[in-house]
């Protein structure tokens, strides 16, 4: 029944033998009264007023979960009990206590600050009590007289059963011990990887569960029950209790309840009273509240069981004392094996992309498990097996019924096996053949060597590293387990003698590349002899100018800035060789032979879709053989044959090996009876080649996803489509026409990236210039990763400073230039008519934080791609990134070009317009500047004012405006004649310029604002009549007349920059008063007069 995972298994008269004397207040505090404990939680009594049927009110007692975690003497939580029943009795007895004092706790914490709470409306929860460290007799008492002690951590129900204790992680059990009123919020354990167990042996707990459930099904199911997207977030990748938690997340209701029901989601609603267990499966989201005496609002959907269960036992507080542990559920069938390690190494894969350390350790647990499993096979079928203890015969012992037998456990985990044996041999075999690509300069220091031979085989007396032990064998980066292989950093072994561990996954997409990862306690300098320093390019040896270092004595670079030390890396194999791994998985296949169970098929092409970086399955074309397959891929085979048949003249395949297969071959034009006897063989797993072909970004999620090459014996299929796409979908025409463009390695390395949106949210007026800062979306599918390497600092902003510029401008209800140049500090390099750029390019972005980058945001990327795509240079790209270094915009275009992408033809089709359009506000843009400075130039008329308005024709009148535009009319702008509006609309032919000193305010068209009849801006004129200094060409270089030092004018330089303290405070004095003067008092308040006028036009 455990198995089952739309049932909830409740168990009754477990612990009735465990001794009752070693669970009680004089014991524990006894044992552990003096020690400090550190996780309590607080829950404060709130009350709020509802309606109730008829039309009254009433009120609703409830408890809100403070932030932060208290600690305190675990002597002194129990006169924290103490104090609150003999505060209740007072009340029961009705005595007086209207003094509050009475009703105050105090407690000192472990670093000496006392705190008072009240006793009455605060429940302090103790959480997580180790029983296995602080009271070890009390958990050998649960451990031997539990009665169904096999569920326990490590038991004979539990996947860690094969691994040795010191390499099990660390599952509990612990004690929990809480007044009435405090609760859990919905979670799953382990971050969906463990199965737990609950234990009430006090107390009641009112328990919400949900049926195991995808990841997209479990945020639908908490939206359904919470009302919250970000929390479901939370609840999947976040703790029980902590401190992010939105404090108006009530109890799910009962029609909340009710549509989980109709969704299939299986809900199950009940109360856990005392001597009673419940299995929570590994994924499962579960809900604990503590039973208190209060009534609860008729929504709510434990009202009516807990009105039923107080009139049997009362209203009388009792005290919730409970035992919890998390375990891997093994499994009893060889079905049921296959969904528990299936569903485990998926849901591991969903928290390496979240960057989060996962409880269980399926692949260790896995490979005990197979050999343990294939001795135990072997041992029995051996008929002159004997025993090396003297005087006992294996045929006189017997066993338990209740645990599956070795070829039962071999039939469920044979499928996951092959998955992580051929995992970790294509990592090797990569490491062996590869080592690493050569011609990059940032790699080209990059070495990668194998172990000769696993850690097991080292001396454990010489040997520093304990391989069965549970401690650093997790990724640095990604926190993956590192089951049997893992690599190990040359240089912190060396340099540091320390442990620098990573998975190869990690490795191979470059995250070692850090500018800094701490490994020293306390240092924090980037110096290769304290820290893991891996991105280190430079090539400087003896006396290098940075002078922040020795030479290293093992590569002679300098430590401050060149060792390469960190960049070498050595495979590691933790238990066997890979020669050792594959042995053991063939003799579970030869033990199972032909005998796999009937979800063998299904099962390892959910698992191969992880490595092609998504967790759908994707549609995989296979070879032909004489032996049938699974009903579920036999009738995606047909559909795929239909779609192939039925559109031959549409789908035109670009490379007949990409798209077109042996089987598509010979069953075009056969019937749909006929198909259905085609025959299709399972996966060949000693046949399949993985290959990083592309990084892709899905959607707003910032984390990158692999997209994978699969060569299978006679094909080689590149196409993964979506959920709900088909083949009919996919545009080869346009792939046709991009395919002659791409580099030569496009038969190797090649993606078509299928869009779900492709359709962009893009500015569509190109009359209104403010709708230029306005973001769109971007499409799933970018095909570039913001990368830190390709990336540098804009305009001297921080990652703080820049990412409140973004925030604050996404809060201005009229995004102009000055508006948005306002928003930046005063540090800032970022010019005035770049800032506009800045904030468009990142509105719908969230903030990436490299080292000391900012990265590339998917918008730039996309820019970038498409200028690229059409062979334009970084000059062209910076029209639209003016505030990118044109380097930066260089190396990036490079990395895209080196990768040799296809691009699909819907992406480049939504890169033309978003570009396009972006092109044409920019100009429209630059054509309203220019109006603008001309009229001024001119003696442009002042405003109308308000009597003269009386007297002229009034727009909100006028027939040919809508509504709308009527609405958009300033108070003091009302009325136009014919010469303003034919001035504005026909513009000024004569040719424009920038301004001769400051350089063209303009770049290819697309740039700023324009100047006409005056040749220089307004800050360089306040410059001229001080005689400072004066022209020599226009756009070139410039002297200083009265210091006759010549400068050099950048475009984020300030020209006082190499100027004497005094003048430059002379300079910056005048400036900012002119400044103030002149654009503020002149060009803001007539550009947005003559602004105004123009949308009129």
Request: hydrophobic residues 35%; proline residues 5%; aromatic residues 8%.
């Amino acid at each position: 029944m455990m198995e089952r995972d739309d049932i909830t298994v409740i168990s009754e008269g477990l612990a009735d033998e465990i001794s009752a004397s070693l669970w009680t207040k004089e014991y524990i505090t006894g044992c552990i009264g003096s020690e400090y404990h550190h996780k309590f939680r607080a829950f404060q009594k709130k009350s709020r007023t509802v309606a109730t049927k008829d039309d009254s009110t009433s009120t609703i007692e409830y408890h809100e979960e403070q932030r932060g975690w208290y600690s305190m003497k675990v002597a002194s939580y129990f006169d924290y009990l103490e104090k609150r029943r003999s505060v209740q009795d007072k009340q029961q007895e009705e005595s007086d206590i209207s003094d509050g004092s009475e009703k105050m706790f105090s407690f000192e914490d472990s670093n000496g600050k006392e705190h008072c709470i009240n006793a009455e409306e605060v429940s302090l929860y103790m959480v997580d009590v180790d029983l296995i460290k602080l009271l070890p007799k009390s958990f050998e008492d649960l451990q031997n007289n539990f009665k169904l002690s096999s569920i326990l951590p490590g038991g004979s129900h539990c996947m860690m059963n094969a691994v040795n204790i010191n390499g099990r992680p660390f599952m509990g059990p612990n004690l929990y011990i809480t007044p009435p009123s405090s609760f859990t919020h919905f979670h799953q354990d382990g971050h969906g990887t463990v199965d737990s167990g609950h234990l009430c042996l006090s107390g009641y707990n009112e328990v919400v569960m949900l049926r195991r459930l995808p990841e997209r099904h479990k945020c639908r199911a908490l939206e359904l029950l919470n009302g919250s997207s970000h929390s479901s977030y939370s609840a999947l990748y976040g703790l029980p209790h902590r401190d992010d938690l939105d404090p108006s997340l009530g109890w799910p209701t009962k029609g909340a309840i009710r549509f989980c029901k109709e969704m299939g989601y299986c809900p199950s609603v009940f109360i856990l009273k005392p001597g009673q267990m419940v299995h929570i499966n590994k994924g499962r989201l579960h809900a604990f509240r503590k039973l208190s005496t209060s009534s609860l609002h008729g929504t709510d959907c434990h009202h009516d069981l807990r009105q039923k269960l107080q009139e049997s036992i009362g209203n009388i507080e009792q005290l919730c004392f409970s035992i919890a542990w998390d375990w891997m559920f093994k499994g009893v069938t060889s079905e049921g094996i296959n969904r528990e390690l299936s569903s485990i190494l998926e849901c591991v894969h969903l928290n390496r992309a979240h960057n989060l350390q996962s409880l269980a350790i399926p692949e260790t647990a896995l490979l005990f498990l197979a050999k343990e499993n294939v001795a135990k096979y072997n041992t029995a079928s051996k008929n002159d097996s004997a025993s090396l203890i003297q005087g006992r015969s294996l045929s006189a012992e017997s066993t338990s019924g209740l645990e599956p037998d070795p070829m039962t456990v071999l039939r469920g985990i044979l499928t996951s096996l092959q998955y992580v044996v051929h995992r970790h041999n294509s990592a090797v075999s990569m490491s062996k053949e590869r080592g690493w690509e050569k011609g990059d300069k940032q790699n080209k220091w990059a070495k990668i060597s194998v172990d000769a031979k696993p850690n097991t085989w080292q001396d454990p007396g010489t040997f520093s590293l304990d391989p069965y032990g549970s401690g650093d064998f997790f990724c640095k980066f990604c926190m993956e387990e590192l089951s049997n292989i893992y690599m190990h950093c040359d240089g912190c072994e060396k340099l540091l003698n320390k442990d620098f561990n990573i998975c190869s996954n990690c490795h191979k997409e470059g995250k070692y590349r850090v500018s800094f990862y701490q490994m020293h306690p306390f240092s924090t300098k980037r110096f290769s002899v304290l820290n893991h320093t891996g991105n280190m390019i430079l090539e400087r040896a003896a006396r290098c100018p940075c002078k922040n270092g020795k030479p290293c004595n093992n590569c002679n670079f300098c430590t401050g800035c060149s060792c390469k030390c960190h960049q070498q890396f050595t495979l590691h194999y933790r238990f066997m060789g890979i020669d050792d791994e594959l042995q053991l998985l063939s003799e579970a296949e030869r033990i199972v032979g032909t005998d796999k169970i009937s979800h063998a098929d299904e099962t390892s092409a959910r698992l191969l879709s992880l490595l092609s970086g998504t967790c759908i399955t994707n549609t995989i074309i296979e070879q032909a053989s004489p032996r049938r397959r699974s009903s579920l891929i036999q009738e995606e085979m047909e559909d795929l044959e239909e779609t192939y048949s039925e559109k031959e003249e549409k789908l035109k395949r670009p490379r007949e090996d990409l798209t077109t297969s042996a089987v598509s071959k010979r069953s075009r034009g056969k019937s749909k009876a006929e198909r259905k006897n085609l025959v299709i063989p399972p996966i060949n797993f000693n046949s399949i080649k993985i290959d990083t072909a592309v990084t892709v970004l899905s959607g707003s999620n910032t984390i990158p996803a692999i997209v994978k090459e699969v060569d299978f014996p006679s094909m080689r299929l590149n196409v993964f489509l979506t959920e709900g796409k088909t083949f009919d979908s996919v545009d080869f025409d346009a792939v046709q026409s991009i395919t002659s463009s791409t580099s030569d390695s496009f038969q190797t390395r090649c993606a078509f990236l299928i869009q779900e949106d492709v359709e962009p949210v893009c500015p569509s007026s190109v009359d209104d210039v403010s709708r230029a800062s306005i973001a769109y979306t971007a499409p799933r599918g970018t095909v570039i990763p913001p990368d830190e390497s390709v990336a540098s600092g804009i305009g001297k902003l921080t990652h703080k400073t820049f990412s409140d510029f973004i925030k604050n401008a996404r809060l201005l209800e009229s995004r102009t230039e000055e508006a948005l140049a306002r928003l930046l500090p005063r540090t800032s390099r970022v010019r005035s008519d770049e800032v506009r750029h800045l904030y468009r390019n990142f509105a719908d972005c969230p903030i990436i934080e490299g080292d000391s980058s900012i990265i590339f945001s998917r918008r730039e990327i996309d820019i970038v791609n498409y200028y690229s795509f059409l062979g334009k240079v970084p000059r062209d790209m910076a029209t639209l990134m003016p505030y990118r270094a044109e380097k930066d915009l260089r190396q990036l275009a490079k990395v895209i070009e080196d990768m040799g992408l296809c691009l699909s033809g819907d992406y480049v089709k939504m890169l033309s317009e978003t570009v396009g359009i972006l092109h044409s506000l920019e100009t429209s843009a630059a054509q309203n500047a220019a109006k603008t400075v001309h009229l001024k130039a001119n003696g442009a008329p002042a405003p109308p004012n308000p009597i003269k308005v009386k007297k002229q024709l009034n727009l909100r009148q006028s027939p040919e405006l809508t509504e709308e535009e009527r609405e958009m009319l300033p108070q003091w702008a009302v009325s136009k004649t014919v010469e303003w509006r034919k001035l504005v609309s026909d513009g000024d032919p004569r040719p424009v310029f920038g301004c001769a000193w400051c350089g063209p305010k303009i770049r290819a068209g697309y740039e700023g604002p324009l100047l006409v009849k005056s040749k220089l801006c307004p800050t360089c004129k306040v410059f001229e009549k001080e005689g400072y200094y004066s022209r020599m060409t226009a756009g070139g270089s410039k002297k200083l007349s009265v210091l006759e030092t010549k400068l050099c004018f950048g475009p984020i330089k300030p020209f006082y920059r190499e100027q004497p303290t005094r003048l430059q405070n002379l300079i910056r004095r005048r400036l900012d008063a002119e400044r103030r003067k002149a654009l503020e008092a002149e060009e803001n308040f007539v550009q947005e007069f003559w602004y105004n006028f123009h949308l009129l036009t």
